[in-house]
């Protein structure tokens, strides 16, 4: 059974940085579908970035946060990371690691790119969540 754990979660003025981490538990392989998703009080889950493990052509990153964040893996600790940098008051949700070991890369990146409800659960694995606040 895989398990993610997420870390680095917390509050920051707007403009701070955090790194969040995901350790990834029970999976042996090299090749899966990962990404970070956020969730705001009253608001629906969105992804923010993704990627395909072992192919860097497929990574995505939300508008709303190009340029500011960073998704990367550090295959030898099976750990995934999202560093956030001018960090804004709208970044501020509950951040969600996910992940998918049957996903192909093109279904990786549709899944997270694409606003319908029904895409934003098609992840099977999904961490317990970590807040981030960021106030003004």
């Known amino acids: 059974q895989v398990q993610l754990v997420e870390s680095g979660g917390g509050s920051v003025q707007s403009g701070g940085s955090l790194r969040l981490s995901c350790a990834v538990f029970?999976?042996?392989?090299?090749?899966?579908?990962m990404g970070w998703f956020r969730q705001a009080p009253g608001k629906e889950r969105e992804g923010v970035a993704g990627?395909?493990?072992?192919?860097?052509?497929?990574?995505y990153y939300a508008d709303s946060v190009k340029g500011r964040f960073t998704i990367s893996q550090d295959n030898a600790k099976n750990t995934l990371y999202l560093q956030m940098n001018n960090l804004k008051p709208e970044d501020t949700a509950m951040y969600y690691c996910?992940?998918?070991?049957?996903?192909?890369?093109?279904?990786?990146?549709?899944?997270?790119?694409?606003?319908?409800?029904?895409?934003?659960?098609?992840?099977?694995?999904w961490g317990q969540g970590t807040q981030v606040t960021v106030s003004s």
């Open positions: 996910a992940a998918d070991t049957t996903l192909t890369p093109d279904s990786c990146m549709w899944y997270i790119s694409d606003p319908s409800t029904s895409s934003r659960y098609q992840y099977t694995y």
């Open positions: 029970g999976y042996t392989y090299s090749n899966y579908c």
């Open positions: 990627l395909f493990t072992t192919d860097a052509a497929y990574t």
